[in-house]
Nanobody, 120 residues
Framework: QVQLVESGGGLVQPGGSLRLSCAASTNRITMNAMGWYRQAPGKQRELVAGITRSGRINYVDSVKGRFTISRDNAKNAVDLQMNSLKPEDTAVYYC??????????????WGQGTQVTVSS
């Protein structure tokens, strides 16, 4: 059973920064895509940022220019650097890792979720 262990998150003022980290419990399974989803109260879960093993990256429009995703292939780990945070970034953030390079569908392995709250 693969576990994704998340760290980071917390409370930050608008304009501040946070860094989320996630690592798989094993590197014996190749995670061809890793990324971060988020879900705010009353809203659907959305893919915030994703990165493939080959380095292809995609971001949701609302975070472009503010968030940066990176990964360590050897460790099956992925980070999300979040700058210039806004109140609308408040959500529970979930790490996801999958053996497919496609972000279609709600599959793969999931972290337990970490709360990010942006508030003054």
């Amino acid at each position: 059973q693969v576990q994704l262990v998340e760290s980071g998150g917390g409370l930050v003022q608008p304009g501040g920064s946070l860094r989320l980290s996630c690592a798989a419990s094993t590197n014996r399974i190749t995670m061809n895509a890793m990324g971060w989803y988020r879900q705010a109260p009353g809203k659907q879960r959305e893919l915030v940022a994703g990165i493939t093993r080959s380095g292809r990256i995609n971001y949701v429009d609302s975070v472009k220019g503010r968030f940066t995703i990176s990964r360590d292939n050897a460790k099956n780990a992925v980070d999300l650097q979040m700058n210039s945070l806004k109140p609308e970034d408040t959500a529970v953030y979930y790490c996801n890792a999958r053996t497919s390079e496609s972000w279609n569908g709600d599959n793969g392995y999931w972290g337990q979720g970490t709360q990010v709250t942006v508030s003054s």
